[in-house]
């Protein structure tokens, strides 16, 4: 029986679109992702503080509260707020215009109300279950009506959340 020669192939390539494909769709993976883990924070301007801790480690259990302007319908276009951005003094007081958002999602006091007591719930002392041990930290726009802070802060002592951190910077140059 005659065995059959096969002549080697010269230009043996090697397919590069299927390597290609997978390198943008774990690119597409990375920015979302990314994107998912700032999904807590908002665009505020934190008030000036003389000093503060670098929020290097945040507890893994903490809940961000957000007390933001409305960046919708007639708040929109609030020219106190604009001018409160481009410079200190202006202050926009209706409260119309801020809101309370917790991971993106928008709440009114009473509704509030509810979604803390469940948080509260899920991290109740075991010694003293009047006392949550569920972190939050409040980040509020420093032009932000402090009564918005006031309460945030008034519902979380109503269900026993005493582990509360206020956001705020510390302007550059009086460190």
Known sequence: MAIKRHEAMENAGFNMTPM????????????????????NLEAVI???ARTADEDKKPDKDRLVVNICHDNEGEADNCDLYR???????FYCMNEKHWVIKIKRKKFAIPALAKELEVQAAMLRDAQNPEISNRP???????????EQVQNVMTECG????????????????TE
């Not at 997978?22 to 700032?38: E, P």
């Not at 269900?159 to 206020?166: D, L, P, V």
């Open 136 to 146: 939050i930290m409040i980040r509020a726009d420093g032009c932000a009506p402090y």
């Open 83 to 89: 001018k409160s951005r481009e410079a200190r003094g």
């Open 46 to 48: 934190l008030p000036d």
């Open 20 to 39: 290609i494909d997978i390198c943008f769709q774990l690119i597409i993976f990375f920015m979302l992702a990314t994107d998912m883990s700032q999904q």
């Open 158 to 173: 109503r269900y026993g959340i005493w582990k509360i951190e206020i956001g705020a910077r510390v302007p550059e140059g």
